[in-house]
């Protein structure tokens, strides 16, 4: 999912369709339930370290965008590795907007400042990699792939803002605490891992704000099981709101991620 996107005065211009890549191919009081001493924000901006330190875990995307009197959903599964930084989902794309074409489903491998994407269409050989470098894409990959990574949703909590805990959740039969704010995307990229903070540099750097709501509910180990992102796009003729969501389930189970081989890269023209 390629979105085109430019920083301009207090707005953003959206200059391709967010779902482009488819057409190529109970709440209690806050004292009561947080733990003794904890800060809201702490626990949030904690996130990403949690998770670096928990290993692997299983995950589940789904991306939600609105634009006009148009609603795609894309859904994501697979799973990520967060001490080595890698992932792979396998993205299943929606029809296209008369519902009559099908498109296969996308693979994608999750790395440090590059999206890898197979069976991407547009005239590249099916058993062909396409490369992305995240670094160059306005929104530094938070949406442009039809998923945010894992670790870039986990990496924007480290800029959390205005944070207040929700209450006390089950979610999936684990026991979890919700919490609610606004990540702040220039703040994220400083405080982010070297390894994605260029990433995120970029994103800080293409979206009209910085500002970006959030709801994330971590375990009692304070690892992230869910977070939903709310990005917003627009101008005077057009207004596109993407809503991001990612679940984390399964921790250490087996995740065997690999980049692709040079030679399995595709270097040729990718039809516009």
Same mark, same amino acid.
């Given at each position: ?15 391709? &369709? +967010?779902?482009?890549? &488819? !057409? ?7 004292? &009561?339930? @947080? ?6 924000? $702490?626990?949030?901006?904690?996130? !990403?370290?949690? #998770? ?13 965008? @609105? ?14 590795? *967060?001490? %080595? ?5 396998? +993205? /299943?794309?929606? $029809?296209? @907007? ?23 269409? @547009?005239?590249?050989?099916?058993? $062909? ?55 702040? #995307? ?13 990433? #995120? ?25 869910? +977070?939903?992102?709310? *990005?917003? *796009?627009?101008?005077?003729? %057009?207004?596109?709101? /993407? ?9 250490? &189970?087996?995740?065997? +991620?690999? #980049? ?13």
């Amino acid at each position: 999912m390629v979105v085109q996107h430019r920083r301009g005065r207090g707005a953003v211009a959206v200059a391709a &369709a +967010v779902v482009s890549v &488819a !057409a190529l191919a109970g709440c209690s009081g806050q004292e &009561a339930d @947080a733990r003794p001493g904890e800060d809201p924000a $702490k626990a949030v901006r904690g996130a !990403a370290r949690v #998770l670096g330190a928990a290993g692997t875990a299983r995950a589940r995307t789904v991306m939600e965008t @609105a634009s006009g009197g148009t609603r795609v959903t894309i859904r994501g599964e697979g799973g990520y590795d *967060f001490a %080595r930084r890698l992932g792979q989902l396998r +993205v /299943v794309l929606p $029809k296209d @907007a008369a519902g009559a074409d099908e498109h296969r489903p996308v693979t994608e491998v999750l790395a440090p400042g590059a999206l890898y994407m197979k069976n991407r269409g @547009a005239g590249v050989p099916a058993d $062909k990699w396409v490369r992305v470098d995240t670094t160059t894409l306005a929104d530094g990959n938070l949406v442009t792939g039809g998923a945010t990574d894992p670790w870039a949703a986990a990496e924007l909590l480290r800029g959390a803002r205005g944070v207040t805990l929700v209450g006390r959740e089950e979610l999936a039969g684990v026991a979890v605490r919700h919490y609610r704010g606004t990540a702040d #995307l220039g703040a994220a990229a400083r405080a982010a891992d070297a390894r994605s903070r260029a990433t #995120l540099a970029a994103a800080a750097k293409g979206f009209s704000t910085d500002a970006v709501p959030f709801d994330a509910y971590l375990d009692d180990q304070g690892r992230l099981r869910k +977070v939903r992102h709310r *990005f917003s *796009f627009g101008n005077r003729e %057009r207004a596109v709101a /993407v809503v991001s969501t990612t679940l984390l389930y399964d921790f250490g &189970a087996p995740v065997r +991620v690999a #980049l692709p081989r040079g030679r399995d890269i595709y270097s040729g023209r990718i039809r516009a």
